[in-house]
């Protein structure tokens, strides 16, 4: 073995909770290096999420050497946890070399077998770039396949036969699709080729190690070109089949982009903005029920989509059900999905429109809403929103969402003032509502039943003229006041 060929010289820097592991582990006579997605983190300038150790030392050898060692799981991987707030340090894994197991099930070897050297540990790992270690105290990456030069070439490859490796641990497939997009590199053709050829065997993996790809993926910095790998190479029919549909569908005048497309689009702009997840997702479903609903319109000349909104938010509550997400991810999304055509134009669209769409997303989604929209718009390759409009939405969203100023304010009601002054329904009880809301209107604190009982009382006992002008008057400070609320509202957002 060319010792020169295979290691480089390079000295990272490393959190203390990290070296102070190998440190203990070459101390006490074993071997200690840092590998995999750390490794490969260090050397394409990024931050680790996590640091794995591997040594010779065995899962007692370990526990015996670091008081503090926690768990120990099914591979022998003991952690090691230290005092930090840093939660990439919290938790560091130590897992002894091991060798590649035997897979009957696509997935999980069916035995796990401690390795002797450094060497077969790297030989197990499924792509080049995760196949190097790092020796903290020699300041030198250990590199048996080649996986410094794909980094610089951003190449993704498998290390040795890609074709038997996916075979091995159909999970890997999915692993490089998302590694490609995380990292934005090119699958090596041989790779990309097994790929295909063993896409089948994504059968066998479950919904959930699916999902936690996919949500990689998504939320990587490019989800595009990772969905449209993972297209490319036959692997969406076992992440999002529904997508697909999506393909080579044109659409009406307004577009320039197929359906397919234009979800992408709107996909990628939510990641460009750092929107959250669940927009990220309701994004890239917001059409998905725009394929079943494609209908030619004679007399439009035109494609037409009715009810795409309905039927893709039930499309994005299956699809997203199927694919085992936590219940809040697809009530949100498929929520974002159902309503998010309802936005109009800002110069159209009335305060009752937008109280109605409140009322049917709900306050806290919103303001989601409206990045689903943004992504919707410049999915279509249209421009921004200009700023005025923007503030005008919002203006009219926070309109919509105020509490009115009304009589419902005030802490009692008709019914109670009836029984208070013993009258039937009438102009009288409507006078006296109004009269309180004046006074609780300069003087919130007034705003209890105790009071509100007693001057109802004395309200009542004034002579029916003089009730009906305080009751006027009382109105009118309403007026006045809901004016001067929604004016508010206006100058904050800076719109007329
Ligand atoms: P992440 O940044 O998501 O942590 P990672 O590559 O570190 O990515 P881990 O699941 O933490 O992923 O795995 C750590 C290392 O273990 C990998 O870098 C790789 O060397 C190896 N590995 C993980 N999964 C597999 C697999 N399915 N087959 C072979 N080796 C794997
Ligand atoms: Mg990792």
Redesign the pocket.
């Known amino acids: 073995m060319n010792e020169l060929m295979e290691s480089h010289k390079k000295t990272y820097k490393i959190p203390a909770e990290v070296s102070r592991v190998t440190e203990t582990l070459e101390k006490a006579g074993f071997e200690a290096y840092l590998?995999?997605?750390?490794v490969?983190?260090l050397e394409t300038g990024n931050k680790?999420?996590?640091w794995?150790v591997t040594t010779n030392a065995r899962p007692d050898d370990i526990k015996k050497l670091f008081d503090e060692t926690f768990y120990e799981n099914d591979f022998g991987t003991v952690g090691v946890v230290s005092e930090t707030e840093d939660p990439t340090l919290k938790v560091i894994e130590i897992t002894p070399y091991r060798l590649e197991g035997k897979y009957s099930d696509k997935r999980r070897p069916d035995g796990i077998t401690f390795a002797d050297n450094l060497e077969d540990d790297l030989k197990?790992?499924?792509?080049t770039i995760?196949?190097m270690a790092y020796s903290v105290s020699q300041g030198h990456v250990l590199d048996l396949y080649q996986g410094h030069q794909d980094i610089k070439d951003k190449v993704l490859r498998t290390v040795g036969n890609p074709h038997e490796?996916f075979s091995?641990?159909a999970?890997?497939i999915l692993?490089a699709v998302?590694?490609a997009s995380?990292l934005g590199f090119t699958i090596n053709k041989e790779t990309a080729d097994a790929i295909v050829e063993t896409a089948l065997s994504l059968k066998h993996i479950s919904a959930e190690r699916i999902r936690d790809e996919f949500s990689?993926m998504i939320d990587s910095p490019r989800p595009l070109e990772g969905v449209v790998i993972a297209q490319r190479l036959g692997l969406l029919t076992y992440i999002l089949p529904e997508m697909e549909e999506g393909i080579g569908k044109e659409q009406n005048g307004d577009h320039i982009y197929d359906v397919w497309e234009h979800n992408l689009r709107a996909l990628q702009h939510a990641a460009d903005r750092g929107w959250p997840f669940h927009v990220k997702l309701a994004a890239l479903l917001h059409d998905v029920g725009k394929p079943a609903t494609r209908r030619w319109s004679d007399e439009k000349k035109d494609w037409t989509f009715y009810g795409h909104d309905v039927v893709g938010g039930r499309m994005a509550k299956k699809a997203l059900e199927r694919l085992k997400f936590p219940k809040k991810i697809v009530d949100d999304v498929s929520t974002l999905v159902r309503y998010h055509l309802f936005f109009s134009d800002v110069d159209k669209i009335t305060l009752s429109a937008v109280r109605r769409i409140v009322k049917n997303v709900g306050p806290e989604l919103v303001w989601d809403l409206m990045k689903v929209r943004a992504c919707d718009r410049i999915g279509m390759g249209r421009p921004k929103e200009t700023p005025y409009r923007l503030r005008k939405y919002e203006s009219m969203i926070e309109e919509a969402m105020r509490a009115p100023v009304s009589v419902g304010m005030l802490k009692i009601d008709g019914a109670r003032i009836m029984e208070v002054i013993r009258e039937t329904p009438g102009p009288k009880v409507g006078f006296v509502l109004h009269a309180l809301l004046e006074e609780v209107l300069d003087d919130p604190t007034l705003n209890t039943a105790e009071y509100l009982e007693g001057k109802a009382t004395e309200l009542a006992k004034l002579p029916l003229e003089e009730l009906k002008k305080l009751g006027e008057q009382g109105k009118e400070k309403k007026d006045e006041k809901e004016a001067g609320e929604i004016d508010e509202i206006r100058k904050k957002h800076w719109v007329k």
């Open positions: 590998v995999g997605g750390c490969r983190d680790p999420k996590d794995d197990r790992r499924d792509f995760n196949a490796r091995e641990d999970l890997r692993r998302r590694l995380e990689k």
